[in-house]
Antibody, heavy 118, light 107 residues
Framework: QVQLQESGPGRVKPSETLSLTCTVSGGSISSDYWSWIRQPPGKGLEWIGYVSYTGSTNYNPSLKSRVTMSVDTSKNQISLRLNSVTAADTAVYYC????????????WGQGTLVTVSS | DIQMTQSPSSLSASVGDRVTITCRASQSISNYLNWYQQKPGKAPKLLIFAASSLQSGSPSRFSGSGSGTDFTLTIRGLQPEDFATYYCQQSYNTPLTFGGGTKVEVK
């Protein structure tokens, strides 16, 4: 059973770069697509984008200029970088597998809270 | 972008009730609609995909219907573990978008 675990700094300063890693266990990342989704405290869900096992990407246009996603198949990891962060980027960040049949997210990692604050 | 609008934003219900949540898309999305359940402090969990297909492991009291722009999630015989927030998500095209959520609370 595939499991996902996000990791990274819990606090990032404004204007700096947010960097997170999602480690996949119980399966290989080399056959699927992987997404990042975020949720500001008390608010709804926002899709950030997805990356394939080959490294091809599709980003939300609202974040596209600041986002980079990549995969490391040797480590079974997916990474997210979001630059020039502001307080509006404070959120719980989730990674999730994208099941390409109907582009559904399953399963999800437990999420990690990132606070943008000086 | 396709906008997803859920109603109501919250509702109060009792154990055993039948609960209906509505999701409307800003354009036709055929049946490219998924539903998730989220409990406080936890990640969302896939309940239903393709508007009406029950995800493996999801209880049969959950059902989905709809096509085009209007969709419904129904819970028949609400259980204590069903008090949570529910989100719809369109998978018709990118950017993939979610509804604002419906919180099901104890009456």
């Amino acid at each position: 059973q595939v499991q996902l675990q996000e990791s990274g700094p819990g606090r990032v300063k404004p204007s700096e770069t947010l960097s997170l890693t999602c480690t996949v266990s119980g399966g290989s990342i080399s056959s699927d697509y992987w997404s990042w989704i975020r949720q500001p405290p008390g608010k709804g869900l926002e899709w950030i984008g997805y990356v394939s096992y080959t490294g091809s990407t599709n980003y939300n246009p609202s974040l596209k200029s600041r986002v980079t996603m990549s995969v490391d198949t040797s480590k079974n990891q997916i990474s997210l970088r979001l630059n020039s962060v502001t307080a509006a980027d404070t959120a719980v960040y989730y990674c999730a597998r994208v099941v390409l049949v109907r582009n559904r997210f399953d399963p999800w990692g437990q999420g990690t809270l990132v606070t943008v604050s000086s | 972008d396709i906008q997803m609008t859920q109603s109501p934003s919250s509702l109060s219900a009792s154990v055993g009730d039948r609960v209906t949540i509505t999701c409307r898309a800003s354009q036709s999305i055929s049946n490219y609609l998924n539903w998730y359940q989220q409990k406080p402090g936890k990640a969302p969990k896939l309940l239903i995909f393709a508007a009406s297909s029950l995800q493996s492991g999801s209880p049969s009291r959950f059902s989905g219907s709809g096509s085009g722009t209007d969709f419904t999630l129904t819970i028949r015989g609400l259980q204590p573990e069903d008090f949570a927030t529910y989100y719809c998500q369109q998978s018709y095209n990118t950017p993939l978008t979610f509804g604002g959520g419906t919180k099901v609370e104890v009456k």
